[in-house]
């Protein structure tokens, strides 16, 4: 099949997929080198819709980084464009009948002549006919997906208000309303929301269908209200759509300056979606609230915001009657550990004791690798999104999502794996323990010359050890905590590290342990998987976070065991392997 061939199969057509003309025009001879199939070639490949770095409407189908150079590239590439093809395309806009044609040709012009050019695309033979095209198309009603019809009149009359073509802008207005109206149901706010999003961007030249719009909505508010009324008990679906239009005029109230009207559509839909609560439960509850949270602080009631947070919190007690709890067996050579246990308690206390530390310090590189293979054991597990809660049930972090999605799951896996490990710790300590290795002597021992022990805390330090080895773990984990945060300062001191930074009123106030850590981690005198423990540890909110939790009041008693003490030690150990070397 020729190129001509192709392109009068899809003259006649009133409506194709444009990837099946790409695909077509892929069959042709790889020796046709010809400008007009490169042209057609490169204009059916971009993708349509604006979701692209360039700020087009037409952009590239597949992007991806050069992980060497960091570069971006694009697929196609509008480099790829030359004067040639442009003037190609031109002539084929006027050539062809096809709306669908005339649109993607004229619409490549707008979007990239002036790139190539200089020059901005013609507004009568480029412009116009660009955005009555896509008119045309709507009109014609034989697109496959109702979509697709949203995305190409957003564009026409988006660009028909950079034009001032109020013709055009009301005739567009009318077409989506229409369009709106036959295809969308109550279920469904990515058609029903479009003409309201529009008027809130461009209120002043859509004055004229302001009324209309806002009623349409307001009445929907109103439908979906009654729906979670009568139907929440049996479905959660009309509490999200109640939510979403509730926003989507939240956003145009703000536009018109009118809190009291924000005010009122976000109260209906915090009602509306209570209805749903015994159905889906305490933990769907809260994730609701939490979202009337956001979008309470998003319009600045924070007030409202705030207070939500007594009924979360209420929620709390009943969270953990949903959660289902899983016990795994891990099979152990008793003998095969025994062997071990002895061999790694041999030697003098210090080797024992250095020992130990070391085998239980998370190395970084390891603990990248064990996390990478969890997510490849378990994909779809990774990408489920966790919510961590507290001991009161209250969800506190959000694990696999936002911008540090990857980092966090590191975080978060290093703090399990040392709970887990926690089992052969403890056996370890055991062990120790019945060879006189591990006592309190030897522990305070590590610290006689330590210049991060300063002597007016050296009472309270010794009393925490104590008291851990008296099993008073409560105790132990109140005193030594803060003393663990003074060695950090007095350690970043000797490493010529400023422990204060300035406040807003230009005095001096201390950096918490995590900035100081931070800045630690500078010195590569030290190894930094150390720091990074140090912070799992002690403030990482993804991570065990001991220091934050005990200083914000947030553990119950339990929670200060013997697994969280026999870890605050092992930290003591693992500074008492640093040396004060000042720089």
């Keep these: 099949m020729e190129l001509n061939d192709i392109l009068a199969k899809y003259e006649s057509e009133e409506y194709f997929e444009f990837y099946d003309l790409s695909s077509d025009l892929g069959k042709l001879s790889s020796e046709d080198n010809s400008l007009a199939v490169k042209a057609e070639c490169l204009a059916m490949a971009f993708s349509e819709g604006g979701h692209n770095d360039w700020e087009t409407f037409y952009g590239p189908t597949i992007t991806w980084t050069v992980k060497s150079t960091g570069e971006l590239v694009y697929s196609p590439d509008k480099k790829e464009i030359t004067k040639e093809i442009l003037e190609y395309w031109?002539?084929?806009?006027?050539?062809?009948?096809n709306p669908l044609l005339k649109m993607r040709y004229t619409g490549l012009l707008w979007d990239f002549s002036k790139n190539i050019t200089g020059k901005e695309a013609d507004?009568?033979?480029?412009?116009?006919?660009?955005?009555?095209?896509?008119?045309?198309?709507?009109?014609?009603?034989?697109?496959?997906?109702?979509?697709?019809?949203?995305t190409y009149l957003n564009i026409a009359i988006e660009r028909a208000i950079s034009l001032r073509q109020y013709e055009l802008i009301n005739e567009g207005m009318k077409l989506l309303l229409g369009y709106v109206s036959k295809y969308a149901d109550d279920s469904k706010p990515g058609i029903w929301a479009e003409p309201l999003s529009l008027l809130t961007k461009h209120n002043k030249a859509l004055a004229d269908f302001e009324m209309e719009i806002v009623q349409d909505n307001r009445d929907r508010?109103?439908?979906?209200?009654?729906?979670?009324?009568?139907?929440?008990?049996?479905?959660?679906?009309?509490a999200h759509v109640l939510l979403d239009e509730a926003e989507l005029l939240a956003d145009y109230y703000k536009n018109k300056k009118q809190q009291d009207c924000i005010l009122e559509v976000l109260d209906k839909a915090l009602v509306g979606i209570h209805f749903s609560?015994?159905?889906?439960?305490?933990?769907?509850?809260?994730?609701?609230?939490?979202?009337?949270?956001?979008?309470?602080?998003?319009?600045?009631?924070?007030?409202?915001?705030?207070?939500?947070?007594?009924?979360?919190?209420?929620?709390?007690?009943?969270?953990?009657?949903?959660?289902?709890?899983?016990?795994?067996?891990?099979?152990?050579?008793?003998?095969?550990?025994?062997?071990?246990?002895?061999?790694?308690?041999?030697?003098?206390?210090?080797?024992?004791?250095?020992?130990?530390?070391?085998?239980?310090?998370?190395?970084?590189?390891?603990?990248?690798?064990?996390?990478?293979?969890?997510?490849?054991?378990?994909?779809?597990?990774?990408?489920?999104?966790?919510?961590?809660?507290?001991?009161?049930?209250?969800?506190?972090?959000?694990?696999?999502?936002?911008?540090?999605?990857?980092?966090?799951?590191?975080?978060?896996?290093?703090?399990?794996?040392?709970?887990?490990f926690s089992f052969y710790m403890q056996l370890h300590i055991r062990k120790m323990e019945e060879k006189k290795l591990y006592t309190y002597d030897s522990v305070i021992e590590r610290f006689n010359d330590s210049p991060f022990i300063v002597k007016e805390q050296r009472e309270q330090f010794e009393r925490g050890i104590k008291a851990y080895f008296d099993s008073d773990f409560l105790v132990a984990c109140h005193l030594l905590v803060p003393i663990f945060e003074s060695a950090i300062r007095r350690l970043a001191a000797y490493s010529g590290i400023n422990v204060f930074s300035l406040n807003k009123d230009g005095d001096n106030e201390y950096k918490t342990l995590d900035k100081l850590l931070e800045n630690l981690k500078e010195d590569k005198r030290i190894p930094t998987d150390i720091y990074e423990y140090?912070?799992?540890?002690?403030?990482?909110?993804?991570?065990?976070?001991?220091?934050?939790?005990?200083?914000?009041?947030?553990?119950?008693?339990?929670?200060?065991?013997?697994?969280?003490?026999?870890?605050?030690i092992h930290a003591f150990l693992t500074l008492s392997l640093i040396k004060a070397n000042p720089v």
């Design 90 to 97: 031109y002539n084929r806009a006027e050539e062809t009948s």
């Design 123 to 150: 507004f009568k033979t480029v412009k116009l006919v660009f955005i009555r095209s896509v008119f045309d198309i709507i009109k014609k009603d034989k697109l496959q997906h109702c979509m697709t019809g949203l």
């Design 534 to 568: 140090f912070q799992n540890l002690f403030t990482d909110k993804f991570g065990w976070n001991i220091r934050n939790l005990i200083s914000h009041g947030l553990l119950q008693t339990g929670a200060f065991n013997k697994i969280m003490a026999d870890r605050i």
């Design 277 to 420: 609560f015994k159905l889906k439960g305490a933990m769907w509850a809260q994730t609701m609230l939490q979202k009337m949270q956001d979008v309470f602080r998003k319009f600045n009631f924070d007030k409202q915001a705030n207070y939500l947070y007594l009924e979360i919190q209420d929620l709390g007690s009943t969270v953990f009657e949903e959660m289902t709890p899983k016990e795994y067996s891990v099979p152990i050579d008793g003998k095969v550990f025994d062997d071990y246990l002895e061999k790694v308690t041999s030697g003098s206390i210090k080797e024992v004791l250095d020992a130990y530390t070391i085998e239980y310090l998370p190395n970084m590189a390891v603990e990248i690798e064990r996390q990478k293979k969890e997510k490849e054991l378990a994909p779809l597990l990774d990408m489920t999104h966790t919510v961590i809660y507290d001991w009161t049930g209250m969800p506190i972090s959000h694990l696999g999502s936002g911008k540090n999605a990857e980092k966090n799951k590191l975080s978060y896996g290093i703090y399990r794996r040392m709970i887990f």
């Design 221 to 238: 508010l109103e439908r979906l209200f009654n729906l979670c009324k009568e139907k929440g008990c049996i479905t959660d679906s009309y």
